[in-house]
């Protein structure tokens, strides 16, 4: 197991491990250039392996649910393995954020950056195909954390890959993340049924509290009673994202700290983001300097093909053929507000 620092020119620095590609820490500065780290995370990366609700990692092959963990490809169906519920989540017992990446270093105009690879096997966690990864991170010196993912396939196959890091933009040990502001950049959403998998439709946003395209804190409507709202125990939901045209970089979350200024936007080619806002945190995870990290003290924004996808056939397609390239593009911007 190995770690790597990344630095950028205006002293942001992340430390990444090749240990489920997690981002153990990440530090950016307040609007008076005070750096805290933003991340949750542990001190070591042994409780990473059995504590971690995902802090940091990387998720694959399948970000997000599937519903019975079963989906078939022309005609041959095919069973994940079940671990959470009677679904199948983030990847299965021993997902993508559970393995060594072969890492190594990058560097280029103004970038530094590692590029972690991996095959998965056919069969993985009951996947098909051999699954060719090839995962980067650059910190740029425009404040910004560049994920690029590409993957083939030698059977047909599903994929969408993720990034589960928690964030609170006061510091990661700040508690509550819910005077945090958000701007969310989608007209609909997919609402889901008791167990977490959508039911397949289009909701409007208009007049829920899934509306986030004014400025809103994401504390005011999350027990606001909303039946959705009461499913997810607060914001676990995938943001259908407004597009220009399908696979273009665009903003899908701007996220605005009030109290320290500082802001993180995300840009995303995937058509989807998973909005959470750690509601099954509890305090029992003992988090990095001892911190306890309770009921949403961080948030997510995990961008990804819809979940459940495999199974729905009106949503954007995660299918994989042999001889095509996933290709999927993620920015986490910092700056403040001031
Ligand atoms: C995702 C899921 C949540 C939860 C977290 C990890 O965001 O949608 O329901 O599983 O990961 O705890």
Redesign the pocket.
């Known amino acids: 197991m190995q770690e790597f620092k990344l630095n950028n020119a205006n002293g942001l620095r992340m430390i990444v491990s090749d240990y489920g590609g997690i981002v153990r820490e990440l530090h950016a500065p307040d609007r008076n250039g005070e750096f805290a780290d933003v991340v949750l995370g542990f001190d070591t990366m042994k409780e990473y392996g059995s504590d971690s609700?995902?802090f940091g990692a990387l998720?694959g092959r399948y970000?997000?649910?599937i519903g019975k963990g079963t989906f078939s490809i022309d005609g041959t169906d095919y069973n994940l393995a079940i671990n959470?519920g009677e679904n199948h989540?983030?990847g299965g017992l021993v997902g993508f954020d559970k393995v060594l990446w072969d890492t190594q270093s990058i560097e280029g105009a103004g970038f530094t950056g590692i590029r972690m690879h991996r095959v998965s096997a056919d069969g993985e966690e009951g996947y098909p195909g051999n699954l060719d990864v090839t995962i980067t991170y650059k910190l740029t010196d425009d404040n910004e954390w560049i994920i690029d993912y590409e993957a083939t396939t030698d059977k047909p196959t599903v994929v969408s890959l993720t990034q589960?890091t928690y964030f609170n933009l006061s510091g990661h040990a700040s508690g509550s993340c819910l005077d945090h502001e958000a701007i969310i950049n989608a007209d609909h959403f997919t609402p889901v049924d008791e167990s977490?998998i959508p039911i397949g439709t289009l909701e409007l946003v208009e007049g829920t509290p899934f509306d986030f395209r004014e400025r809103q804190p994401i504390g005011t409507r999350i027990d606001s009673g909303h039946d959705q709202m009461k499913r997810?125990g607060g914001y676990?939901h995938n943001f259908a994202l407004n597009k220009s045209q399908s696979g273009a970089l665009e903003r899908a979350a701007f996220i605005i700290d009030p109290s320290s200024g500082r802001t993180l936007e995300t840009l995303t080619t995937e058509p989807g983001a998973?909005f959470?806002s750690?509601?099954?945190?509890d305090g029992t995870a003992k988090g990095k300097g001892g911190a306890a990290y309770n009921r949403r003290s961080g948030f997510?924004v995990?961008t990804q093909r819809f979940?459940d996808s495999p199974n729905q056939a009106s949503f954007p397609s995660s299918r994989l053929n042999p001889g095509e390239t996933y290709r999927s593009t993620t920015v986490y911007r910092f700056g403040v507000d001031s």
């Open positions: 609700p995902y998720i970000g997000n649910r959470n989540l983030h589960h977490l997810g676990d998973q959470y750690g509601n099954f945190l997510c995990e979940p």
